[in-house]
């Protein structure tokens, strides 16, 4: 009995690889593609996989309305993914083939996304929607204003960055964001509220320090960067144990070209926590730009086995290490230095393409034919990656 169950739960496996493997082959012929998904629909159990996969066939053979409610279905269940809320709007014909908004759809977009906060009222991806379609109007300034007053009482430090992405560019919000944040210090640091219009002393004392952090930020963004040192100090004596205000010091540095100082607070910033990785790797790849490869060595061995060194970075290949280091002895014409980190860089690749020689056979033998199949798409692809091209164009300036 246990091994018919296991032959049959084995030859389910195999028809699932099989149908995705078909579906894959079928190259452009969507309507087959979709007919094999639908026929073997009781065989597949990555229902998440499949439901996106019928979507984009859907689009793509102009069912936009079956389209459509497919992404519906899939925002509800996984609301946070993007590709989902980007499929919904093409559908629905809110947007053109860029992603921008149509003008004429905008109350239309502002009315769906009201319905899915409803729904969903703690999503950030829905909060975040109507900050890249709106105008820099008033609706704009009341939402980010929302968004941001929400993600300062969270404490996120990270939220300069998603603005930054939200706005893409758009001066005009941006400069709504500026007058917000100048807005925030200001008041929170007269009297713990947001603006005039609020209660005094209803914050937490907390929301002063990332208030200050988000508008340093900006003032570093705009290239104002006394007027940004001047926030972090603050930042600084307000609360003299915070980490993110020493990188952020660092990182004003490195954007007003003082490239050693830079390094020197970062430094200061890894030694309050040593034990955080992160810390390590931007304080290595500081030392390596202010041309401190001694100080990055000592650094990046502190992860690394005594016995082994600097030897263990070439067999985890480390490329961010060869990559910046590379880039640091070309920045000072060490031409012979910079080649031999970016063949470390080639090599990896090189390995990359021999060792995945070895999955053919146990892709066919296990019948993971869907996993096989993106690995060769990834094959196609492999040298489009970052690290790589760094290390082309570094090599062959070089060269040139």
């Excluded at 007053?149 to 964001?177: E, H, Q, Y």
């Excluded at 600084?236 to 205000?245: C, D, K, L, N, Y």
């Excluded at 020689?357 to 692809?381: F, P, Q, S």
Aim: proline letters at 2%; a positive charge; aromatic letters at 12%.
């Amino acid at each position: 009995y246990q091994r018919r169950v296991h032959g049959k739960q084995w030859y389910q496996r195999r028809v699932h690889g099989k149908q995705w493997y078909q579906r894959r082959v079928h190259g452009g012929r969507n309507e087959e593609a979709v007919t094999t998904l639908t026929t073997n629909i009781e065989f597949l159990r990555d229902y998440k996989k499949t439901d996106t996969q019928l979507a984009r066939l859907n689009e793509k053979l102009g069912n936009n309305e079956k389209a459509a409610e497919i992404y519906e279905q899939l925002i509800n269940d996984n609301v946070e993914t993007q590709e989902f809320h980007e499929g919904l709007q093409r559908t629905r014909g809110l947007v053109n083939e860029d992603g921008a908004p149509i003008p004429e759809k905008i109350e239309e977009l502002i009315a769906l996304y009201a319905s899915l906060k409803e729904k969903h009222p703690k999503c950030g991806q829905i909060a975040r929607a109507p900050l890249m379609f709106l105008p820099a109007d008033g609706r704009f300034r009341a939402e980010v204003d929302a968004y941001m007053r929400k993600s300062i009482r969270r404490f996120v430090p990270s939220l300069f960055n998603d603005l930054k992405a939200v706005c893409g560019g758009n001066a005009a919000k941006m400069a709504v964001v500026r007058e917000l944040a100048d807005q925030y210090v200001k008041e929170l640091g007269a009297a713990r509220r947001f603006s005039a219009d609020d209660a005094e002393n209803m914050e937490v004392p907390g929301a002063f320090l990332w208030a200050v952090y988000l508008f340093a930020q900006y003032l570093d963004y705009e290239g104002n960067h006394t007027a940004a040192m001047e926030q972090v100090d603050r930042g600084i004596a307000h609360t003299p144990t915070s980490v993110e205000f020493y990188m952020l010091k660092a990182r004003v540095y490195k954007h007003a070209g003082d490239l050693q100082s830079a390094y020197k607070y970062m430094e200061e910033c890894r030694l309050m926590d040593t034990a955080d990785r992160y810390l390590n790797t931007k304080c290595t790849r500081y030392a390596l730009r202010a041309g401190r490869f001694k100080d990055a060595e000592r650094i990046v061995c502190f992860w690394l086995r005594e016995d082994e060194g600097l030897n263990a970075l070439q067999d985890l290949q480390v490329m961010w290490y060869q990559t910046y280091r590379g880039a640091a002895h070309r920045k000072i014409n060490q031409y012979g230095l910079a080649l031999k980190q970016y063949s470390f860089v080639f090599n990896n690749f090189t390995q990359w393409f021999q060792d995945h020689a070895d999955y053919h056979n146990y892709a066919l033998r296990k019948m993971t034919l869907r996993a096989y199949v993106g690995l060769l798409e990834w094959m196609d692809r492999v040298r489009d990656h970052t690290f790589y091209k760094k290390a082309a164009f570094g090599s062959i300036e070089m060269y040139m």
